[in-house]
């Protein structure tokens, strides 16, 4: 992503990436998920759903549009995840709330919107199974139970300060804050614990 185009390129020889296409979306992209035929790509004031289907000419079949805010995406099944937080300086306004958003995505021409949850400061989220675990900048990271889909379920609280990202590659999840990369074990949701850190300079 740019900030206008989605660009794709071949990678069939990874040394040396070729760009085969460059698709304008709209103005303030800024993240992108990959989920079976489909990329998810967070914008300012919307979620965009593009078709891979031919993954050298995407084609856009819907749009989530919400408040401007800046807008982290992952997808589950029929289901996309999305926190918007609208008081980070160049994401919004102090007017808007910031959420994590649940959206059915079933229909990829008809997405809607199932739930809002209200939250303080959330950035970076990720998805496994029966858990959503989102990054909240004050509250650490939010475990919630996903079981029901459409209404996410507050488990627990990983207590990391500024918490900005994460990425999990099981039993492992490496948290990225403003001033390091923090690794837990996460084999046991109801156990998670710290393996270690790795301080930025």
């Given amino acids: ?74 997808v589950q099944g029929n289901y996309a995840y999305s926190t918007q937080n609208s008081f980070e300086v160049g994401c919004g306004h102090a007017t808007s709330q910031s959420i994590l958003a649940v959206y059915n995505i079933s229909n990829p021409q008809q997405t809607n919107l199932l739930k809002s949850i209200t939250m303080t400061s959330p950035y970076g989220l990720a998805v496994e199974g029966n858990n959503l675990y989102v990054c909240d900048s004050e509250e650490g990271v939010l475990v919630y139970n996903i079981s029901n889909p459409e209404s996410p379920q507050a488990m627990s609280t990983i207590p990391v300060a500024n918490s900005r990202d994460i990425i999990l590659n099981f039993p492992y999840m490496i948290i990225s804050t403003q001033t390091s990369f923090e690794m837990y074990n996460y084999q046991d949701v109801n156990n998670i614990y710290h393996v270690s850190t790795f301080q930025l300079k």
Avoid: W
């Fill in 1 to 74: 992503l740019d900030v206008n185009y989605m660009k794709v390129f071949d990678i069939s020889t990874g040394s040396d990436p070729i760009l085969v296409n460059s698709v304008k979306i709209n103005y303030g992209l800024e993240t992108i998920t990959i989920y079976g035929e489909y990329v998810y790509i967070g914008a300012h004031d919307r979620i965009y759903m593009v078709g891979i289907n031919d993954p050298s000419q995407p084609l856009e079949y819907d749009e989530m549009q919400h408040n401007i805010s800046c807008d982290p995406v992952v």
